[in-house]
């Protein structure tokens, strides 16, 4: 097989979430991957540092999901799941409803991210309707939060940067403050110390608006996407009180903690919270096949079983929710979780992960480093004249060195793949502090 590495045009692919004319003058291009490593268009090893974008959490080209994959696509290469199904998809959801936290007992499948968020906020408003409150509609987010790009994620999701082109949004949503907090948690190990009481800000929402009128709050228990921020200690069980005194719904964007990013199965597990709608996609299929799910507890899925039974439940789905291949590829995903213990190895490399992560402290322009799980961030000085420019700096510096990181603003992002070992660990750390040392 002739495999073309080298494109004859880049201009006719506009990619998202990019700086396509930096791009283009000095592309960045994988033409394979393995285990925790990518390989270059001109045959460079880079480390994957960021577990592709937050997804390839067993590693790259994992032999199970292969098989998977390929046996699904000789065998039935498409099924839909509106009023007819196929036995994968109902095999998957016993499977995720196996590993997910008590109490979750259904699954609705969507293809990404931003559609499991879009999910869980409809299936919240009409859950409220279906129960006899029609009025409670509004949704909470959080400043600084990421639920995807669409247009009820992009409404209570909370980076300006992501919100500002998009005109008014959707009406109704009011937004917690971020708990970012610098002047008294830089440098801490795992979850901060101070900030629990911002919580307390979803009751000053509640005073403005009456619970009356507010259907649900998400929030990610990570805030990953904006920079890792780590929720401080307590803050989400008192959330998560405050949800259950009004009868608001607590969604957990788990779209990157879900499926062993902080040791546990799920951050609800790591958090000890008992969110009503999980939302997750991303490592759901190694990153192979595009899929997410939202796990919903029975109260919620059976508050829509009311109607005679020959009525649709919940006007709401995707054509290709519970595709068979992303069916297949999941269940070898799960099956590789299995083997090889992924859903917990975070918790044991999780020590070693943190010293070498804070032993970046010190070195040109850092102001914070922060993880937890096999999850990490340097926090860079901005330069004011140019924002973000210090942290893009490094990341096409790192990938130049042969490691992968994750750049948003004037943050750098770590999180490997799940298998990565210790030496490797030493590895990617080595790169990023040579990097960061030689970086202007
Ligand atoms: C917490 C969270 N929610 C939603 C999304 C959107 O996912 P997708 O890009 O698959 O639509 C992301 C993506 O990073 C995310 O981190």
């Keep these: 097989m002739n495999i073309q590495t080298k494109p004859n045009d880049l201009a006719a692919f506009w990619m998202p979430f990019s700086a396509n004319r930096q791009f283009k003058k000095a592309p960045r291009l994988f033409v394979e991957a393995k285990g925790v490593h990518y390989i270059t268009d001109d045959g460079?090893?880079?480390?994957?540092?960021?577990?592709?974008?937050w997804c390839v959490n067993?590693?790259?080209c994992r032999p199970k999901i292969v098989e998977a994959i390929r046996k699904q696509a000789e065998t039935l290469d498409f099924a839909g799941t509106f009023q007819m199904g196929h036995t994968r998809a109902f095999e998957l959801a016993n499977r995720l409803t196996a590993i997910a936290p008590k109490g979750f007992e259904h699954v609705f499948f969507t293809n990404s991210g931003s559609e499991s968020v879009e999910t869980a906020l409809k299936m919240a408003i009409a859950y409220h309707r279906a129960k006899g409150n029609a009025a409670k509609v509004r949704l909470i987010g959080r400043e600084r939060g990421y639920h995807g790009v669409n247009f009820g994620g992009t409404s209570v999701g909370g980076i300006g940067g992501n919100r500002k082109m998009f005109g008014t949004l959707v009406g109704g949503v009011d937004h917690l403050r971020h708990t970012h907090d610098l002047s008294r948690n830089a440098y801490a190990r795992g979850e901060p110390e101070h900030g629990a009481e911002l919580a307390?800000?979803?009751?000053?929402?509640?005073?403005?608006?009456d619970a009356s009128t507010i259907a649900a709050v998400i929030v990610e228990p990570v805030a990953c996407s904006t920079g890792v921020l780590i929720p401080p200690k307590g803050y989400l069980k008192r959330l998560e009180a405050i949800c259950r005194k009004h009868d608001i719904l607590l969604i957990a964007d788990e779209v990157i903690t879900a499926f062993g990013r902080l040791g546990t199965p799920f951050a609800a597990d790591y958090f000890d919270i008992s969110p009503d709608l999980i939302t997750t996609a991303k490592a759901i299929t190694n990153g192979t096949i595009p899929m997410g799910a939202v796990f919903v507890k029975s109260h919620i899925h059976d508050a829509?079983?009311?109607?005679?039974?020959?009525?649709?439940?919940?006007f709401h789905g995707y054509t290709y929710s519970g595709h068979p291949m992303a069916c297949a590829a999941s269940?070898?995903?799960?099956?590789?979780f299995a083997d090889e213990g992924l859903l917990t190895r975070a918790a044991e490399l999780a020590?070693?992960?943190?010293?070498?992560m804070h032993a970046l402290k010190g070195l040109p322009?850092?102001?914070?480093?922060?993880?937890?799980?096999?999850?990490?961030?340097?926090?860079?000085?901005?330069?004011?004249?140019?924002?973000?420019k210090r942290a893009f700096d490094r990341f096409v510096q790192a990938f130049e060195q042969g490691l992968l990181v994750r750049q948003t603003g004037d943050i750098i992002a770590l999180s490997p793949p799940l298998i990565i070992t210790k030496d490797e660990i030493d590895q990617l750390f080595d790169i990023f502090a040579k990097v960061l040392k030689t970086a202007n």
Excluded: K
């Design 44 to 53: 460079r090893r880079v480390l994957d540092g960021t577990s592709g974008l």
């Design 58 to 60: 067993a590693g790259h």
């Design 200 to 209: 307390d800000e979803l009751e000053r929402i509640v005073a403005l608006h």
């Design 304 to 314: 829509f079983m009311n109607g005679p039974e020959w009525m649709i439940d919940f």
């Design 331 to 336: 269940i070898g995903t799960l099956d590789t």
């Design 351 to 356: 020590p070693y992960w943190e010293e070498r």
């Design 365 to 388: 322009h850092v102001i914070d480093i922060r993880n937890i799980g096999l999850i990490g961030a340097v926090e860079f000085e901005p330069d004011p004249a140019q924002p973000g």
